[in-house]
């Protein structure tokens, strides 16, 4: 999703306010669900309409292990391989000689 600004009247503002409230919903959710209904009536396919959604669900990676689908995160954002700390002066691995 998309975050954005928009600039109401008064009056529409308050409605929304007030209709988000009675619904038991967000002021967002309440646009979302508007805008939707305007693109109904104009004509614009849902996702589960387009061409697009019949392609969801049909490649197979091959991969073994957790679905990749299910744990896109950890495949595109990595964790970073931890490094091994340098061993601190007076530690372990000084003989404590000068040589």
Known sequence: MRRIQIVLEEEQYRWL????????????????????????????????????????????????????SEHVDDWLYPSPPRRR??????TAGETGRRL
Do not use: N
């Open 17 to 68: 306010r007030h209709e988000a409230g009675v619904r038991g919903v967000s002021i967002s959710s309440l646009v979302r669900e508007a805008i939707e209904a305007w693109r109904a009536r104009d004509g614009w396919p849902t996702i589960e309409q387009s061409a697009f959604w019949t392609l969801v669900g049909k490649g197979q990676s091959g991969q073994r292990g957790p679905a990749i």
């Open 85 to 90: 700390k340098a061993p601190r002066k007076g």
